[in-house]
């Protein structure tokens, strides 16, 4: 074993916590993963097929087919959330003993905080318009 090394063959950053490779690379695999992802999306949406798979035509109601639809479903009993709720936490412990942000890894946290800035930002945005849509329900 050699020191902790971004997964990416010509990376020499170290990783993010928690992640095989940097945060560097991962934004990169996502936006090209994105990319990817929307031209297939878009490609589905004029075939009428399930934006999940692509594969499959999609059902009359939502966006899924039958098969995605099923998985889909499966993924939310409450044994397969504790699992993913267990490998969130161990994450974000992991990250924590590197003194950073535990939602992005990214960063370290704001003194006296759980999270860092960006993080923090975030999600007090997210709580704003959660009651913000509360408010208007209600009247
Ligand atoms: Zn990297
Ligand atoms: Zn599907
Ligand atoms: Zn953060």
């Known amino acids: 074993m050699t020191a902790e090394r971004c997964n990416r063959n010509s990376c020499k950053r170290p990783p993010t916590p928690g ?3 940097c945060r560097i690379c991962r934004e990169a695999q996502r936006d090209r993963a994105r990319r990817v992802r929307e031209q297939h999306e878009t490609n ?3 075939a009428g097929n399930c934006l999940v798979c692509f594969k499959r035509p999609k059902l009359a109601v939502g966006t899924a087919c039958q098969d995605c639809r099923d998985r889909l479903r499966a993924r939310k009993t409450p044994e397969h959330k504790a699992v993913e ?6 994450r974000a412990k ?6 950073l942000c535990p939602k992005c890894g990214a960063r370290p946290p704001v003194i006296r905080r759980r999270l860092c ?3 923090q930002l975030t999600q007090n945005r997210h709580h704003d318009r959660h009651r913000a849509k509360k408010a208007a329900a209600t009247g």
């Open 44 to 46: 589905a949406r004029y």
């Open 94 to 99: 992991a990250r924590i003993a590197a003194g």
């Open 19 to 21: 992640f095989k490779t």
């Open 85 to 90: 709720r267990e490998k969130a936490n161990a």
């Open 117 to 119: 800035m960006p993080c």
